[in-house]
């Protein structure tokens, strides 16, 4: 089906997003139905089987997309194991900014102190917290972990 050219585009987007072809698409129009509480579906592209994203469009033409149950289970873990990841990486520039001796027994520490405070706030599922400040209160606590360059600059000196 020909659609207009603004609905052209951003179906089109919408495809590169999901990185589906957009003739694949399953494309569905909602219209009002006989009361609030009822809508009439119109199937304009693709199948009613697809096990793909459904592409549906409302009154105003404005795009939707649903999606099955496992597919937006996998997304949520996806975005869980990219945010753990982010974390990682976050905590180990933190930890080489301040010169470890051993990285893996700062990198011990702080997961400790991490898993300390997330036992603090069992309710929650985000614990905000600023590794730059833990890394260097570890630093603080535990100076023999971390190379202390201004001291190695002075020793040289001498």
Not at 1 to 27: C, K, S, W, Y
Not at 66 to 80: C, E, G, R, W, Y
């Amino acid at each position: 089906m020909a659609f207009p050219e603004h609905l052209q585009n951003r179906l089109g987007q919408i495809a590169e997003a999901l990185d589906l072809d957009a003739a694949e698409m399953t494309v569905v129009k909602m219209r009002p139905g006989t009361d609030e509480r009822h809508k009439e579906l119109e199937l304009l592209q693709g199948s009613w089987n697809e096990a793909r994203a459904w592409i549906i469009l409302d009154e105003n033409d404005h795009p939707h997309t649903m999606t099955s149950p496992q597919a937006l289970s996998k997304m949520i873990a996806m975005l869980a194991s990219a945010q753990g990841e982010s974390f990682q990486l976050k905590l180990e520039k933190a930890i080489w900014q301040r010169y470890p001796i051993d990285f893996y027994d700062v990198w011990a520490v702080a997961m400790d102190r991490i898993k300390r405070q997330a036992q603090l706030h069992p309710k929650s599922t985000v614990v905000k917290l600023d590794l730059d400040w833990l890394v260097a209160e570890i630093k603080q606590e535990y100076p023999n972990l971390f190379y202390h360059l201004d001291q190695m600059v002075t020793q040289r000196e001498e």
